[in-house]
Every structure is written in C-alpha cells, then in structure tokens.
C-alpha cells in the first residue's frame, strides 16, 4: 500500500487541468484558478474533491496542483526480460481505482503479464486484468493509466492491456495486506 497518503490538502489549479470523474470516468477540464482539496496522493495520481465532485488527476499534471510530476523511470542498458517484467510490476502497483486507496496488483485484478521481444530491444507488454465490479465506470481509466504507465518502461513500445471477466473477480484475490486496508482480514 505504499504510495498512497489520504488527506486533506487545498490547492488551487497553476493551470487548466485534464481531470476524470470519479466514479464516472467522463473526462472534464478543471480551469485554472478553481480550488478543491486533495484527498488522496497516490503513487503517480491524485484524487481531489472539486466542489462536490470526485476528479482523478494524473501525475503528468502534478504541476497543475502544485506538486512535482513523478520521476522518470529507468532501466539498465543491458536489462533482462526479467528486469522489464519486475518493473512493469512495480509501475501496475502505481494503479490505483480513485476510490479505493489499493493498487490493482493488491486487489488482485491483475491475472497475467507476459513479455514479446520486439525489433532491436524493444518490448511489447501484455496484461489481462480485471475490475472489482463489470459496471465500473472507472474500467476505462483503470486500463488507460496502466497502458500509459508502462508504455514509460524504457525499452516497452507498447502495452495492450485486456480487460477480462473470467474468472469473475472476488475478495479471496486480493492480498493479505488489501484485505487488512479493507478491513476483511
């Protein structure tokens, strides 16, 4: 669960700022000058309370909120299939559903990742995943933000994440640590 800080935080935007509503998924823009709280600092997102309203904000927009974007990720010259496929781990740990402060690999909606090499070192990266309910409106973001976060591993030229529902998902998949955060441990 690290990476995740719940608080109370205002701000107001440096700039407009792409925001997605939570839970909804529908994709707005937060002018510049509009004030609100920051509820939640997950590894590579925000969530913040706009007037009434839930909005998901990426880490690429950090700036917007006052905060620092997240670093850029690096790997070893002479990395392994393995070395790539730990840190597409590591980057799948930094998804995060905004409302539920637990990333997608301790919720266990994460079934497969496999590795394709492709022309002259590059990767191609395969997850199926799935979602704690079929009628999430959040199932676009969730799949959007794990593509563009491991599209940033060096060496991957492109993530194809596959959303699937079999087998449907349930609490027994989550991790000791999701179900003790939750409350169902």
Not at 65 to 74: A, S, T
Request: glycine letters at 8%; a negative charge.
């Amino acid at each position: 669960m690290s990476g995740f800080s719940l608080s109370s935080e205002p701000f107001t935007l440096a700039r407009d700022c792409n925001a997605v509503m939570v839970p909804q998924g529908e994709s707005v823009t937060l002018p510049a000058g509009q004030t609100g709280y920051i509820t939640q600092a997950l590894v590579g997102s925000f969530t913040v309370y706009v007037e009434g309203n839930l909005f998901r904000v990426a880490g690429s927009d950090a700036d917007a909120l006052g905060k620092e974007p997240p670093p850029p990720l690096e790997l070893a010259a002479d990395a392994s299939d393995a070395d790539v496929e730990k840190l597409v781990w590591q980057q799948l740990r930094t998804v995060f559903d905004p409302e539920i402060p637990i990333n997608v690999v301790e919720l266990g909606l994460v079934y497969d990742v496999s590795l394709e090499s492709a022309a002259s070192e590059q990767r191609k990266v395969y997850v199926k995943m799935t979602l704690t309910a079929p009628g999430c409106g959040m199932g676009d973001v969730l799949i959007d933000d794990a593509r563009t976060k491991l599209e940033l591993i060096p060496t991957v030229v492109e993530a194809d994440v596959d959303l699937v529902f079999d087998p449907p998902w349930n609490h027994s998949m989550m991790s000791d640590a999701a179900k003790l955060e939750t409350g169902m441990l």
